[in-house]
């Protein structure tokens, strides 16, 4: 199995100078065995899914970037405290929809690994640099 | 360069594969999260196959390819691609 590697502060910016750095790969996923429903009254229903993975300022950071990339991704709001992404549906949605929301938002967290994979690569070569 | 390569002139990068309009929000959007231009062409290709069985097996123009498949597809590669970095990344 490969090794998860969590790119805390740590990795990226205290690093030892005598060896070469690690890439960084950050792999957060939605653990949809979390995924919780909950009505907000006859119009709403809300689905909560918890996070997995290396979740960090880094990569909180990235997924809003690529949250305000889409319009059909803004609706995907991420709590900071429990590391949970959230959207609201109507219940009369078909199910159909609901689980196209959710491959959506699974599309939106793996293009926001590949951002924060990025930026910390963007880091690490800067400071091998400077 | 040997003689045939200079009858032919330079040679001009390969069309791109046309995609369903989601597909290719779908490539921008990775590209702008930092998808290099290697992968992102072997995502493009992937995802012209599948619509091209897709819409053989179903009659179907462009348009009747359905979105969520294409984002499937892209999440699906886009684990692939990140699973062989980390083990990249771990020596492995």
Known sequence: MARMLYPARTD????????PPEPVVYGVWADHSTLKRESLGPLFVRISIGLRGPVDGHWRDSYLSVRSDLEAFVRFT????????SFTFRPAEPTADVEALIERLDLAIELANLHATAAAEAIQRRKAGA | MNVDDRRRGPRRAPKPEPLPSTGEEILALAGRAG??????????????????????????????IPDEALMALTVSYLRRLRK???????GG
């Open chain 1, 78 to 85: 991420l709590d900071r405290e429990s590391d949970q992404i």
């Open chain 1, 12 to 19: 990226i910016d205290v690093m030892d100078n005598s060896k």
């Open chain 2, 35 to 64: 998808l290099d231009a290697h992968s992102a062409q072997h995502l493009r290709r992937l995802m012209f196959d599948w619509s091209q069985r897709f819409r053989r097996r179903l009659s179907t123009s462009a348009e009747g």
């Open chain 2, 84 to 90: 062989g970095e980390q083990r990249r990344a771990s």
